[in-house]
């Protein structure tokens, strides 16, 4: 369960980057490959949260799914929830839990499960987000732009690109 929950979040945060970067060769280069830079889960997250497609909580969350994750992909032998670090790993996960009685809210499965599906519901239609605040290629010669800018050239660079 834990390798197949996070790769669908990292799924979901390879469509938000796609979505979000610009149309170029580049930017198919720095996903598509598994030798690309945004290959990786991690490099995921860490792009999603450095160009603010993630926020703080969603990439402390995944980084913790991510760990848990490390921990099942590369044990030698059988490992389960009931593994001391496992445990508290998911201990850590903050994800909002249900107040009605009844939920194994000390379980480090059930804990797993509740924060995977919280953040893969708050993901899932970020790229549609991403897309409204997508990168376009801009043309940065000289005849656009004056040297140095001022405070109010902000308008003026995205004006003068699109």
């Not at 930017?27 to 598509?32: E, F, R, T, V």
């Not at 598994?34 to 926020?55: K, P, Q, Y």
């Not at 496992?86 to 909002?96: N, Y």
Request: charged fraction near 25%; include cysteine.
């Amino acid at each position: 369960m834990p390798l197949v929950a996070t790769a669908l979040i990292d799924e979901l945060l390879r469509e938000t980057l796609q979505a979000f970067l610009c149309e170029c060769s580049s930017s198919a280069k720095l996903i598509a490959n598994g030798n690309a830079a945004l290959a990786t889960f991690s490099s995921r997250a860490e792009a999603c949260r450095a160009l603010a497609l993630i926020d703080d909580f969603e990439y402390s969350e995944i980084n913790l799914l991510r760990k848990i994750r490390n921990e099942f992909a590369h044990a030698r032998h059988g490992i389960s929830f009931t593994q001391s670090k496992v445990r508290g790993l998911c201990s850590s996960l903050e994800s909002p839990i249900p107040d009605e009685p009844g939920w194994p809210v000390n379980d480090a499965r059930f804990r797993f499960t509740n924060a995977s599906l919280h953040i893969v519901l708050r993901l899932y239609p970020r790229k549609d987000w991403a897309l409204l605040a997508k990168r376009k290629v801009k043309d940065w010669g000289a005849d656009n732009y004056r040297f140095p800018p001022s405070a109010g050239d902000a308008t003026d660079v995205t004006d003068a690109a699109d």
